[in-house]
């Protein structure tokens, strides 16, 4: 049941979100494809239609889903992938005890491992390419790419009247997303679905400027603190309350363990830093990394189904001198590694060397690359710098190669950026990396204020995401203090949930306000069962209604204890607007049949016309000469 | 002591914020004025310089005060109005029991009142005008602009080396503050010192887009919540983290009372709506108000030292009609207050029509207008609209009626605006208001998260701080749905101070980026006390660290829980530079004398300088024509 996750067995949270009611929607095509979404319904005394909604729940909020973490979630995408003809079944790699950095004799701290793993991964065929950009440049449209069209449109073709407004900056985003637009943008590059053929259980979701903004959750567990228990049930809380995909970010024991229970109870493409469990692989020590270990790490990944892979190649030996300068060095925990390795050998990355290998393996499972921002700036004074762009600069290069291969990529970004930095970081991305899509770490906006870092970093990835970045990475509460609990992992994704919202509403995302004006219309009519229930958190709004108001006769009242009833300007607003139709008339009528009322009504009115034309002129005549202007008459 | 604030009697918490030390500075004129910031030591092993920071907190963390709430605080300011020789006392308008809400013969329910009420307040004298704007344009520097001048500096001068960096759209922020600039931005409107000669207490501050980023925290009871006690404990915690003005938006009982206690006790200027407890004077009928019950209010007000009046004059008879297609009405208490007087009485506003009477009684005092957004949207939909804009444009009517008295304005802003619309917001209000100071409440961002609108709205204050917002009025997570207690007001604070330091650094404002420099750089080396005591909130960002780290030596160590000690960046790239040093030579050098190092390196690095010229011709030529071009192949 809700909130009772189980710390010494492995238990999550089930149940419906409060209010939401699981949905499944047939794709348009008729061919059986059904899409999981939720619908929020409405006081049926208030005549207002249900809201459907994105939900990347999955199973866990169905009540008709029999859920089995021993078993997994069903295999939703196994027969698509069946279908094609181009994979097959082989022995998968053996498990090895370093794989769940078991070193050494002690083989204690172990963990019970998933009880159903598959013996039988799939690839694909020799010669075959099994990547969905693949299928797209042949001009097929997968049933993964009918999933995702149904799943962005959230109903909006009955929202015939919407008109649409927003500045997307020259992004492409369509009134209504056909399959074919799905299929045109992964064959552009321009948006990703991120799922391996050995994670059949995801449901597929694209990653892309002109979709709906998402974002991703950071689990996994480190040296010192967390279990098994923990993250599976981490993964879950974070995409019930709305992560798009999750990485897992493992630094401890039992990696691979871990990685499986969490993989297959996953129905959102899960990420991972391989170059985390090849360090673990040679006790710690990052000059024993070798590209050998690493690429076995990477079959082994793969045959788990890890969806995508974050990969360093861009922190090359030249540029890491350019980071000697700076007030944070390396932030980044893959870059700092690979810096390492590099110095200690002087020798060029292996991961840049050998990146056409890494390749090969990525469209044998369709894995995304996720080309990592090693030497992304930590600080507000590194952002910006000759060290960051001299990556980007090499990203850019290496999604051109990935693409002559098929591969799908998306690009990783900063990190710590004051505003007016931010927009600069958007337009090089697009320009070096062919409008692949961008994935950033917020960003912060200042240091000054760990322990409210989701915020520092909400404000810089609402900017971000509006200006076209495709998915915004979390941030929470605890970001350079210690590991998140789930409670931090809650925050952290509602505010990221937020941040992309806003981001959608700014880019005039079709359909993104429907629930904006729903929850604003339902707290206008103090239906406040309705306001919470759209909300992005239910439980936490009444929580918080409750703590002043907690009587049931207050779930109608017409105030709330900010105003009490008196004051309360909804309540007011309300009462003009019935005083004037009791007088039969709209209001303007009503005014303008009082002694004065017509003519200080139509003078105030006209008055307030013709300075706002005036207004108009002068901003037409001025543009940005407006600031420019008044700026420098200091010594008037 | 800390954090122990007594519910059933009147106390605050007093001692000094962690890790910092109060400090006075004299000003440069050598007056003998001294003004209160405060210092922050960092480790003496580090060689860093303390870090000066502005403080809002009063005496209350200076543990050389005494504290005495009955007494309230040393009129700091009173010789420099004596000085003046403009002001007389007179005898205090008799207090009513209307004033406190007491309007039968049921006298119970009141509160202890101040012990120590001035029966003989301030005025100016006849003819006289004591407002700072006044003075300002007469040429005279005013003590509160010195104090001013030298608060703002925070001490840049030991700034010599820094380098400005930011996009302030046109403002004029100063490399150092003089008090001659001061005087020339409040003498032409541009910046306002609100300091009623009633409140001798409070110190100076000003408000404006050239100076630093201010918020502002609400407090008040309501009818259904609080208590004169908590409300006391409010500010001063608001204070404590950072809250440069404090609002007292009163609406249940005892509103005078409440208010003076409040008063004597703030070192901060404190701002009040007046209409409100005008409106408890009518028992809560908005019909019944009239021009003199207000007048009155505005008086009695005044004697007790409010240093701002929200005045909701821009709510005209004819702009009403425009709000009754909204999706939430007229959302401002103040503003929907009038709407229905208004139309009960179909006439003009009595603000709008007794302007310049209430303007007169403002010039006797020295009160600031805060001329409010009686109709700013209160939802996504109803953001930018005609009603809002009408409305705008008579506030700037009334700025320059106000200015032609010489008396301080600043115009108060919305609401609810998604991120597109937010720019066009501060362009009107400055073309239309001669730049006078704006004040804005966020603006939110989406409406969907009720619970997180300190982050939603956080998101649009932080943008339109940048763009030239003088002062951001705080939100909390209760807003829409309850009054905050003051974990929430704390909350509340700190999310907009982040979000006004964040607007501060993309402004280029000099000094900013002072501390986040030392911050990142005490979190490089692992100086986590220095890093605590650096951040907004000390305690949060210890307690969250101690979660998984508490003991001791954890507080000098090189890792913390979210990667352990083997994997953290800051660790490594120490590693790195120390690394490349031990070799006697810097990284380059080292990098250069490896077997294949010096080509390798050599060549990506002129690859990448090479592709950065590259990028930087292509958007010089196509500048704002990078995302057009791209934008419209949807069918490639």
Redesign the interface.
């Known amino acids: 049941m809700a909130d009772i996750p189980a710390r010494t067995e492995i238990g999550v949270t089930t149940g419906p979100i409060r209010g939401s009611r699981k949905v499944h929607i047939a794709t348009k095509s008729g061919s059986g494809i059904r899409v999981a979404m939720r619908e929020i319904d409405l006081e049926p005394s208030s005549g207002e239609p249900s809201i459907r909604v994105y939900d990347t729940s999955g199973p866990y909020t169905d009540p008709a889903a029999q859920i089995d973490i021993m078993a997994g979630l069903l295999p939703l995408r196994r027969d698509w992938i069946m279908a094609r003809g181009d994979v097959e079944a082989y022995d998968a790699r053996a498990l090895k005890p370093e794989d769940n950095g078991q070193l050494g004799p002690d083989r204690s701290g172990g963990v019970r491992p998933f009880p159903n793993v598959i013996k039988q991964p799939l690839r694909a065929k020799a010669g075959a390419n099994v990547s969905q950009m693949h299928y797209a440049r042949k001009g097929i449209i997968t049933p993964e790419m009918e999933y995702v069209a149904e799943r962005e449109n959230l109903g909006r073709e009955r929202l015939a009247s919407y008109v649409r407004d927003?500045?997307?900056?020259?992004?492409?985003i369509?009134d209504y997303v056909t399959p074919e637009?799905v299929r045109?943008e992964i064959a552009?590059g321009r948006a990703i679905i991120p799922n391996n053929i050995n994670h059949p259980e995801s449901e597929p979701m694209a990653i892309g400027r002109n979709f709906l903004v998402k974002i991703n959750a950071n689990i996994g567990n480190?040296?010192?603190?967390s279990n098994v228990a923990s993250e599976v049930d981490k993964m879950v809380w974070s995409i019930r309350w709305g992560a798009d995909t999750v990485m897992d970010l493992s630094?401890?024991r039992n990696i691979h363990d871990t990685r499986e229970w969490i993989i297959r109870n996953a129905p959102v493409p899960i990420g991972t830093v391989p170059i985390?469990q090849a360090?673990e692989k040679v006790g710690?020590v990052?000059e024993d990394l070798t590209w050998e270990i690493f690429r076995d790490t990477l079959i082994e990944q793969a045959e788990q189904g890890v969806d995508y892979f974050t990969i360093h190649a861009g922190v090359?030996?030249?540029?890491?001198?350019m980071?000697?300068k700076r007030?944070?060095?390396?932030?980044?925990?893959g870059?700092?590694?690979m810096?390492?390795w590099c110095?200690?050998?002087?020798?060029?990355s292996f991961l840049y060397d050998h990146f056409d290998d890494i390749t090969e393996i990525m469209k044998a499972y369709d894995i995304a690359y996720s080309l990592g921002d090693g030497l992304r700036p930590?600080?507000?004074?590194d952002a910006n710098d000759e060290a960051q762009?001299?990556e980007l600069?090499?990203l850019?290069?290496l999604t051109h190669r990935a693409w002559k291969s098929d591969v799908q990529v998306m690009i990783e970004g900063p990190g710590?950026v004051?505003?007016?930095k931010i927009k600069e970081n958007m337009?090089?991305q697009?320009?070096?990396c062919g409008?692949a899509p961008f994935y950033t770490l917020g960003p912060l906006?200042?240091?000054?204020?760990?322990?409210?870092d989701?915020?520092?970093s909400?404000?810089g990835a609402?900017?971000i995401g509006?200006y076209g970045t495709a998915m915004l990475c979390y941030v929470t509460?605890?970001?350079?203090?210690?590991?998140p609990?789930r409670d931090d992992v809650k925050v952290g994704v509602?505010?990221y949930?937020?941040?992309a919202?806003?981001?959608d509403?700014?880019?005039?995302h079709p359909a993104a306000?429907v629930?904006?004006?729903a929850?604003?219309?339902a707290?206008?009519e103090f239906r406040w069962r309705d306001?919470?229930n759209?909300?992005?958190?239910p439980e936490?709004?009444e929580?918080?209604?409750d703590?002043?108001?907690p009587a049931e006769g207050a779930k109608t009242a017409h105030?709330?204890?900010?105003?009490?009833?008196?004051?309360?300007?909804?309540q007011?607003?309300?009462?003009?607007?019935d005083?004037?139709s009791k007088q039969n008339q709209?209001?303007?009528g009503?005014?303008a049949?009082?002694?004065?009322?017509a003519e200080?009504?139509?003078?105030?009115?006209a008055?307030?016309l013709k300075?706002?034309e005036e207004?108009s002129r002068?901003?037409k005549e001025t543009g940005s000469e407006?600031?420019?202007?008044?700026?420098?008459?200091?010594?008037?």
């Open positions: 927003g500045e997307s900056f020259g992004a492409s369509p637009f045109n552009r480190s040296a010192v603190a630094t401890g985390y360090l710690g990052a090359r030996l030249g540029y890491i001198p980071a000697a007030v944070t060095g390396i932030v980044s925990r870059g700092s590694i810096a390492k110095l200690a050998h002087h020798k060029e930590g600080s507000i004074a762009f001299s600069y090499t850019g290069e710590h004051p505003m007016h337009e090089k697009l320009e070096v409008e906006t200042t240091d000054i204020a760990p322990g409210y989701h915020i520092t909400g404000i609402a900017q509006w509460p605890k970001e350079h203090l210690g590991l609990d509602v505010t949930k937020l941040a919202h806003a981001a509403l700014a880019k005039g306000q629930r904006d004006n929850l604003s219309k707290r206008f306001q919470f759209l909300s992005l958190d936490t709004a929580q918080y209604h703590q002043t108001l105030f709330c204890s900010m105003c009490g009833p008196k004051f309360c300007s909804m007011i607003s309300q009462e003009v607007r005083f004037a709209g209001v303007e009503f005014i049949t009082g002694p004065t009322g200080t009504a139509a003078a105030s009115k008055a307030a300075g706002m207004m002068v901003f407006l600031y420019m202007g008044m700026g420098d008459r200091e010594h008037d």
